[in-house]
């Protein structure tokens, strides 16, 4: 009999914000969309493989992102989809036509025949001075329809009310329609820290963040080492950056205990970009464990990970065990 191979599954989600400032409406539309299409799912895939603990690593200003969006907040893509589109000026339709097509060409637009035709369409005329005025204010109304569409899990048909109806349907979207698919929105955003929450506390999965803001704190704490062997002429740290440094893992460490009832034993860090003292400053604030990637693992402990010819370890083994930083006693 082999030798069991141990690999913890580790998903990494997150968002910068994409406010302007803190009271107003985002810019982008990615922690909505991805809300929609990735955060819920992946978890409910769980009820699939029963026996199967993961882990959830989920960055602070992503919940806080979300948050936002279940108090009512919303972005420049979400306001268009909800406004007659009587109101259309040349330039909402062409910002429509250069961004509401945004999506994954064989997963998402060629499972909408009618889209896939208005994108045809978009691209037959996109040469034209006057492109705006191919489209019908229906087509408009149906581009952004299908857009947001695209972007909401299949595995929600049946969970939401409503939500099957509308995947089927193709065009003739009315704004009674556009408003229920932000509904539905809505009721998938708003239901992810919740369902994370009661798997969490279940025991079925385990949930770790982020420094706050998903800052590179190595570069905070040590800008040189971090630059090695480009650091001359660059100052040893950012003016205040160790104390940045603690404040991103402090408030994320409370942000964390409130969402989710007790603090995170591991944090992962940006980039997996480590250093040791930025290991110091995790094990000060009583972090159990982070993630490195192959690179900064291999010149940690001194070995190099061997691969063939095809790229496949020639023993993973050596990868896929914990590995623990002796202390510093001079820290």
Same mark, same amino acid.
């Given at each position: 009999?082999?030798?069991?191979?141990?690999?913890?599954?580790?998903?990494?989600?997150?968002?910068?914000?994409?406010?302007?400032?803190?009271?107003?409406?985002?810019?982008?539309?990615?922690? %909505?969309?991805?809300?929609?299409?990735?955060? $819920? &799912?992946? =978890? @409910?895939?769980? #009820?699939?493989?029963?026996?199967? +603990?993961?882990?959830?690593?989920?960055?602070?200003?992503?919940?806080?992102?979300?948050?936002?969006?279940?108090?009512?907040?919303?972005?420049?893509?979400?306001?268009?989809?909800?406004?007659?589109?009587?109101?259309?000026?040349?330039?909402?339709?062409?910002?429509?036509?250069?961004?509401?097509?945004?999506?994954?060409?064989?997963?998402?637009?060629?499972?909408?025949?009618?889209?896939?035709?208005?994108?045809?369409?978009?691209?037959?005329?996109?040469?034209?001075?006057?492109?705006?005025?191919?489209?019908?204010?229906?087509?408009?109304?149906?581009?952004?329809?299908?857009?947001?569409?695209?972007?909401?899990?299949? %595995?929600?048909?049946?969970?939401?009310?409503? $939500? &099957?109806? =509308? @995947?089927?349907? #193709?065009?003739?979207?009315?704004? +009674?329609?556009?408003?229920?698919?932000?509904?539905?929105?809505?009721?998938?955003?708003?239901?992810?820290?919740?369902?994370?929450?009661?798997?969490?506390?279940?025991?079925?999965?385990?949930?770790?963040?982020?420094?706050?803001?998903?800052?590179?704190?190595?570069?905070?704490?040590?800008?040189?080492?971090?630059?090695?062997?480009?650091?001359?002429?660059?100052?040893?740290?950012?003016?205040?950056?160790?104390?940045?440094?603690?404040?991103?893992?402090?408030?994320?460490?409370?942000?964390?205990?409130?969402?989710?009832?007790?603090?995170?034993?591991?944090?992962?860090?940006?980039?997996?970009?480590?250093?040791?003292?930025?290991?110091?400053?995790?094990?000060?604030?009583?972090?159990?464990?982070?993630?490195?990637?192959?690179?900064?693992?291999?010149?940690?402990?001194?070995?190099?990970?061997?691969?063939?010819?095809?790229?496949?370890?020639?023993?993973?083994?050596?990868?896929?065990?914990?590995?623990?930083?002796?202390?510093?006693?001079?820290?």
């Amino acid at each position: 009999m082999g030798k069991k191979l141990h690999i913890a599954f580790v998903w990494h989600f997150h968002q910068p914000s994409y406010q302007e400032n803190a009271k107003g409406d985002f810019l982008m539309p990615w922690v %909505r969309l991805h809300a929609t299409k990735d955060y $819920l &799912d992946m =978890l @409910l895939r769980l #009820e699939d493989f029963k026996n199967i +603990k993961l882990n959830f690593d989920i960055s602070p200003v992503l919940l806080e992102s979300i948050e936002k969006y279940s108090c009512g907040i919303k972005d420049i893509h979400l306001k268009l989809l909800l406004c007659d589109i009587k109101d259309l000026d040349k330039d909402d339709k062409l910002f429509i036509l250069e961004n509401f097509f945004d999506v994954n060409y064989s997963n998402m637009l060629q499972t909408r025949p009618y889209y896939a035709q208005l994108n045809e369409k978009r691209i037959h005329n996109a040469k034209k001075p006057s492109i705006t005025e191919c489209f019908t204010n229906q087509e408009y109304a149906d581009i952004m329809a299908n857009f947001t569409l695209c972007w909401i899990d299949k %595995r929600h048909r049946y969970r939401y009310e409503g $939500l &099957d109806y =509308l @995947l089927d349907k #193709e065009k003739d979207f009315t704004l +009674k329609d556009r408003q229920k698919i932000y509904e539905i929105q809505m009721q998938i955003i708003k239901d992810i820290i919740p369902a994370y929450k009661k798997y969490q506390d279940e025991g079925r999965i385990e949930i770790s963040t982020n420094p706050y803001y998903h800052a590179i704190l190595p570069l905070l704490i040590n800008i040189r080492e971090c630059s090695y062997p480009y650091e001359e002429n660059l100052p040893n740290s950012i003016l205040g950056g160790v104390k940045d440094a603690k404040e991103q893992i402090s408030r994320a460490l409370d942000k964390f205990e409130n969402l989710f009832g007790k603090r995170p034993r591991g944090m992962w860090l940006s980039e997996q970009c480590v250093s040791k003292k930025t290991m110091n400053l995790l094990s000060y604030f009583n972090i159990d464990w982070t993630v490195l990637d192959e690179g900064i693992l291999s010149d940690s402990i001194g070995r190099e990970f061997a691969r063939d010819f095809e790229g496949n370890l020639e023993d993973p083994f050596a990868l896929c065990v914990n590995y623990v930083l002796k202390k510093d006693k001079n820290k």
